[in-house]
């Protein structure tokens, strides 16, 4: 599959997670998430991993793909509310691929993750 076409679905899955996040917290970004980080990361647990991290309002764009093998670092661009009002913030997300799809295998925060 050329690289593109590979960045244009990556790019897709981050837009779809990054909204799910702004919707439903962790909760909306626990269905995205590689089966390898589900198999030791639960719900509850990542919800309590990405608590010190500001929930996204939004996605604004992913400002780039880089692959490496069957894995991909996008940097994501996404609109976070602080104590100044809104801002845009970017953050790098690393996703596995899992058959034909894009799953993320690592997002800030979830290193603290456990079952």
Same mark, same amino acid.
């Given at each position: 599959?050329?690289?593109?076409? &590979?960045?244009?679905?990556?790019?897709?899955?981050? +837009?779809?997670?990054?909204?799910?996040? !702004?919707?439903?917290?962790?909760?909306?970004?626990?269905?995205?998430?590689? =089966?390898?980080?589900? !198999?030791?990361?639960?719900? /509850?647990?990542? !919800? %309590?991993?990405?608590?010190?991290?500001?929930? =996204?309002? *939004?996605?604004?764009? %992913?400002?780039?793909?880089?692959?490496?093998?069957?894995?991909? /670092? !996008? &940097?994501?661009? /996404?609109?976070?509310?602080?104590?100044? *009002? %809104?801002?845009?913030? +970017?953050?790098?997300? %690393?996703?596995?691929?899992?058959?034909?799809s894009w799953r993320l295998n690592h997002v800030p925060g979830l290193e603290g993750c456990s079952r």
């Amino acid at each position: 599959m050329p690289e593109d076409e &590979r960045a244009r679905q990556v790019s897709g899955v981050a +837009e779809l997670a990054a909204n799910a996040y !702004a919707a439903a917290g962790a909760d909306g970004l626990y269905d995205y998430l590689a =089966p390898v980080v589900v !198999a030791n990361c639960s719900k /509850q647990g990542l !919800a %309590t991993a990405l608590a010190s991290q500001p929930v =996204p309002e *939004g996605f604004v764009r %992913t400002s780039s793909v880089n692959f490496d093998g069957d894995s991909a /670092q !996008a &940097r994501i661009v /996404q609109r976070v509310q602080d104590g100044s *009002g %809104t801002k845009e913030v +970017e953050v790098e997300w %690393t996703f596995a691929a899992v058959g034909d799809s894009w799953r993320l295998n690592h997002v800030p925060g979830l290193e603290g993750c456990s079952r």
